[in-house]
């Protein structure tokens, strides 16, 4: 007969076991990425950057029926992030429905720099998602996490963007602001950001002041 010591020392051992997949559910998986680097598990990217300092935030979302997909950055104060390049050009604003096949995968990358806005603080970096079973107006699943707790330093970032992550032309840029604030967030159910942000911004200021 199998002691019950035994059991929980198997059991401890399988929790601390790291996995390489973000997030899996009936529906689908997740791999996020900070900087190309897999963040194994649960795991938060806690960077150190200085103003301006570029950096990539990626997940790698593979669905296991027909979808229809919405992602969006967001933080608690949307202008202490400007997106330079991917799917979204705005914090806070989901991305145009994509629509994947069944078990098929698909990337959604980022480059992000923080601004001046939080300066010598630090702030999370989230990332949210929205899945719908295709052509059903209820989200299968709805979600978001943080992909990175960034310290921003009072220096500025001297370094060059890669001519690949540029801004868009401000044509372009134009056409695809009046688009995007044409387009409303997947449904009602949606991540409300303005709650979170709220909770958040309280419970980090609070964090700060109390470590003085």
Not at 145 to 162: D, R
Not at 166 to 195: C, G, K, R
Request: hydrophobic share 35%; aromatic share 12%; charged share 20%.
């Amino acid at each position: 007969m199998v002691g019950k010591g035994w059991i929980c020392s198997l059991l401890i051992v399988l929790l601390l076991i790291p996995s390489s997949t973000h997030a899996e559910s009936p529906y689908g998986k997740m791999d996020v990425y900070y900087n190309d680097k897999l963040l194994p598990g649960k795991e938060t990217a806690k960077p150190t950057l200085k103003i301006g300092e570029p950096f990539g935030v990626k997940i790698n979302l593979t669905v296991y029926q027909k979808s229809d997909v919405y992602v969006s950055l967001s933080c608690m104060e949307k202008d202490s992030f400007k997106i330079i390049n991917g799917p979204t050009e705005r914090i806070e604003k989901y991305s145009k429905p994509e629509i994947l096949e069944a078990n098929a995968s698909k990337e959604y990358e980022w480059t992000v720099e923080p601004t001046e806005r939080w300066r010598g603080g630090s702030i999370p970096l989230d990332i949210y998602y929205a899945i719908f079973a295709h052509g059903d107006s209820e989200p299968l699943v709805n979600g978001g996490f943080t992909v990175a707790y960034c310290t921003i330093s009072n220096e500025y970032y001297e370094g060059e963007i890669p001519t690949s992550e540029q801004p868009v032309s401000e044509s372009h840029s134009t056409q695809e602001q009046s688009t995007s604030e044409n387009s409303s967030s997947p449904t009602a159910s949606a991540p409300a950001f303005s709650l979170v942000t709220a909770i958040l911004a309280f419970a980090l200021v609070f964090f700060r002041f109390s470590h003085r």
